[in-house]
């Protein structure tokens, strides 16, 4: 929206604050930690880093922006519930229909809840890694991002930037490379429909939880120990993404697109008006958002 553009040295303090706030609280947080005698691991690093950087959007936008949390796309409103219901059903659907190709040319074998609690532990990993991811590419920093180079240069250039950030992922390949910068324009693409990040949160967290816990499939390389079905992949690597798992494959490529395409359709996925009057409002009154 144009009436929230603001200059470009606005946006750039902004990204600054928020990079030196996440920071010191993740600095402070993982001292406090280490002398309570919490031993981290690589694997909760990065869920750590994102606990950081939520609190630090938290405190930048109120108090640097001096705006409410609706115009970062976390604000509370009537149409919550709906923005999550649709992300999940998008994310499942789509999984869904990447992992036909596992189904047809692999093995699918039941398996059943054998320890509930690893289960949960690993949703509530997959939960921490997916909303962290969203935040760090379709957060404040993407949204500055916009201000400063437009939404095409904006989404292209952080959908390159969640894709990089999957190069150490095991068994990557160019194709599952490809696909993750798919995602991220898909993920975009679910934040600019709504100027909110439940959608793209509910969407990734529903896409990672179905392939992984639901399916038994590996993502992004990796695999989960606990899951309700098994499918078991040997090769086909371009139609099913083989040890990577279907974000790997073409099925992920034609699942995406067929999402992003439905996303645009469906007419009740849209800004809540909610959560745009607040921060018009918010903009009028510091006359376009000034420092």
């Not at 596992?102 to 949703?123: D, H, M, N």
């Not at 969640?162 to 599952?176: I, R, V």
């Amino acid at each position: 929206m144009f009436w929230k553009r603001r200059k470009v040295g606005v946006n750039v303090q902004g990204a600054g604050v928020l990079i030196l706030i996440t920071g010191l609280i993740a600095f402070v947080a993982f001292a406090l930690a280490r002398s309570f005698g919490f031993a981290f691991t690589s694997l909760w690093v990065g869920p750590f880093f994102y606990g950081a950087l939520l609190l630090g959007t938290l405190l930048t936008v109120p108090l640097f922006d001096r705006m409410p949390v609706d115009w970062v796309g976390l604000g509370v409103h009537r149409w919550v519930g709906r923005e999550i219901g649709w992300g999940i059903g998008l994310g499942l659907g789509m999984a869904t229909f990447a992992w036909v190709p596992s189904a047809l040319l692999g093995t699918v074998e039941f398996r059943g809840i054998e320890q509930s609690s690893t289960l949960l532990y690993w949703f509530v990993f997959i939960l921490i890694g997916a909303t962290g991811e969203e935040l760090l590419f379709r957060g404040y920093l993407f949204q500055r991002g916009i201000e400063v180079f437009g939404v095409l240069i904006a989404t292209l250039l952080f959908s390159a930037g969640f894709a990089l950030a999957h190069l150490g992922n095991p068994e990557l390949s160019w194709l599952s490379l490809i696909n993750t910068f798919i995602a991220g324009i898909f993920f975009s693409a679910c934040y600019l429909v709504t100027e909110g990040l439940w959608l793209p949160i509910a969407a990734h967290v529903a896409w990672n939880c179905m392939l992984s816990l639901v399916l038994g499939l590996p993502t992004s390389g990796l695999i989960f120990e606990e899951s309700l079905f098994r499918t078991g992949v040997e090769d086909h690597c371009f139609l099913t993404g083989g040890s990577f798992g279907p974000e790997g494959g073409i099925g992920a490529t034609v699942a995406l697109l067929l999402g992003g395409a439905i996303l645009y359709i469906i007419p009740g996925i849209r800004i809540a008006p909610w959560s745009y009057a607040r921060s018009f409002w918010a903009i009028y009154r510091q006359r376009g958002g000034e420092h």
